[in-house]
Nanobody, 116 residues
Framework: QLVLVESGGGSVQTGGSLRLSCAAS????????RNWFRQVPGKEREFVAA????????NYANSVKGRFTIYRDNTKNTMYLQMNSLKPEDTADYYC?????????WGQGTQVTVSS
């Protein structure tokens, strides 16, 4: 059974940085694309960033492009999201996601709060 665990969230001021991690256990997922999503209470979950299995292809939401960087270390079964120049509108719960044939897996989320 695949388990995803996010970490690295916290509270920062505008302009600050955080690095989120998503560690996978239970099975190797180095051949699957991985994603970051975020959700503000009361709103729909929104896409943040995606990375293909090798890390050679990435995709970002327009709202984070140029500020966030997604990358992965398949030797550690871990994915990361480096978040720079954080803004109050980045405040949300951040979730990692893995799409496998027939099923998506989600972590429990990590909270990011950016104060002005």
């Amino acid at each position: 059974q695949l388990v995803l665990v996010e970490s690295g969230g916290g509270s920062v001021q505008t302009g600050g940085s955080l690095r989120l991690s998503c560690a996978a256990s239970g099975r190797t997922i180095s051949t699957y694309a991985r994603n970051w999503f975020r959700q503000v209470p009361g709103k729909e979950r929104e896409f943040v960033a995606a990375i293909n299995w090798s890390g050679g292809i990435t995709n970002y939401a327009n709202s984070v492009k140029g500020r966030f960087t997604i990358y992965r270390d398949n030797t550690k079964n871990t994915m990361y999201l480096q978040m720079n120049s954080l803004k109050p509108e980045d405040t949300a719960d951040y979730y990692c996601n893995v799409e496998t044939p027939g099923r998506d897996f989600w972590g429990q989320g990590t909270q990011v709060t950016v104060s002005s």
